[in-house]
């Protein structure tokens, strides 16, 4: 058992977006939206799904092939902007048993080059917005021993408290014994 919370998204759960999510590719805007869903592929964090309508359509290439999951069956595209070209970067669910996700797109995070929620760059994924990080100041005293040599000791540290992952702790270098 976990002494910490755990993620409460289930897989396939789906929510509203209620930012603007907008993405690049070769400086060009390739989608613009309000209406974006996040989908839990994975209890840890959820991806973006993109209204059709709210993507370039014109830089989406067929590529002739689709993939079955539990959302529905996905189109396969290829991104394209002038010279630049993401093969398998976008996929297009036309139809899905899920409500709320038919006639959207699904884009590897990697395949363009710079996310925004508002006018803040997100990276690597969607913030899940279950999670909650605090950093918060103690006086909880925290000792750090390897083989019963202590490495350091804080009567102060900073307490990382993230959802879903155990307690980090932050300790002042001064408070770090560098001679073992």
Not at 18 to 23: E, G, H, L, V
Not at 27 to 34: A, Q, W
Not at 72 to 100: C, K, M
């Amino acid at each position: 058992m976990n002494d910490y919370p755990m993620m409460i998204a289930p897989v396939n759960h789906l929510e509203p977006v209620p930012r603007r999510i907008r993405a690049f590719l070769a400086g060009e805007k390739i989608l613009d939206t309000t209406q974006a869903r996040y989908v839990w592929e994975w209890p840890y964090y959820p991806q973006y799904y993109i209204p059709l309508a709210d993507v370039r359509r014109d830089v989406l290439i067929p590529e002739g092939h689709s993939q079955q999951s539990r959302r529905g069956t996905f189109q396969a595209h290829t991104l394209r902007v002038g010279d630049i070209v993401r093969p398998g970067a976008a996929r297009l669910l036309d139809e899905s048993p899920v409500a709320g996700l038919g006639g959207t797109v699904r884009f590897e995070w990697a395949a363009l080059d710079a996310w925004f929620e508002e006018d803040e760059q997100v990276f690597v994924h969607p913030r899940n917005p279950y999670v909650r990080v605090d950093a918060l100041r103690s006086t909880r005293p925290v000792r750090v021993e390897l083989d019963g040599v202590v490495l350091a000791e804080s009567p102060s540290p900073v307490m990382v408290f993230e959802t879903g992952l155990p307690t980090r702790y932050y300790i002042d270098p001064t408070q770090l014994n560098f001679e073992t």
